[in-house]
């Protein structure tokens, strides 16, 4: 049997005076895939679902990211978010097990409107690049939704909460470490790679630098932009 795939997208809105929010989602329609998307206010991208009078906020984005999963349809699910640039060949990845969060190792951070330096290390592996079963992260994301309201965490935080960061954004942290759940997780490296935007909105931090970092993460590498295999971040910003 065939299996299917597509794409959840999930924003706060913050960022729609920028020309991040219109090349991002470029980048996600040309996958083809069909599109969920949660925002805070309607937006013409996919099938588009509302969260009303919801302000930003961590809980608000794991309801976000329910939601969507709920509404599609598709067997496998990429997560997406407005603030990352995918790679044609992110999209082609297929998930191999229906229980296995599985990430694109291949990916550049940078900070937009800053130095034009691209950074990557070991373990860099965001939410915005992950794949998995719709159902089995689906599950995953109901164990948060009741952790959030066994801690009480509210919308009032427009920042990243600290028992949130302890229990990690990305699904896969064990529980000996104060994951939600002992996940499994995998990883592909795309042959060209996406690319984190970092820019005054970012709901986590932005971690650009080393000195950003209480543990120094291994195998460090700092690039220029210009090197960035497949893409020309200067035009597509009009970066002089």
Known sequence: ????????????????????????????????????????????????????ERLRSYPTMVDQIVLALEKLSTDYVFFNEHDVLYSAEHFLFMPTEDNVFYYNSNVWRWRYGGDNIAIRYDG????????????????????????????????????????????????????????????????WHSKLPNIDIRHGRTFSSPKITLESFKHKPENWEEIPIEEIQGWDLRKLFNIK
């Open 124 to 187: 860099m592996l965001p939410l915005s690049c992950m794949c998995a079963n719709r159902k089995f992260a689906l599950e995953h994301y109901y164990k948060r939704q009741a952790k959030i309201k066994e801690w009480n965490l509210d919308d009032m935080r427009s920042r990243e909460p600290r028992k949130a960061r302890i229990f990690g954004y990305e699904p896969g942290k064990s529980r000996k470490r104060g994951g939600i759940s002992d996940d499994l997780v995998d990883t």
């Open 1 to 52: 049997m065939n299996k299917t795939i597509g794409c959840i997208y999930y924003t706060d809105n913050k960022i729609d005076h920028t020309p991040i929010i219109k090349l991002v989602r470029e980048t996600i329609l040309n996958s083809g895939l069909p599109i969920v998307s949660t925002s805070l206010k309607p937006i013409d991208f996919g099938d588009n679902y509302v969260l009303e």
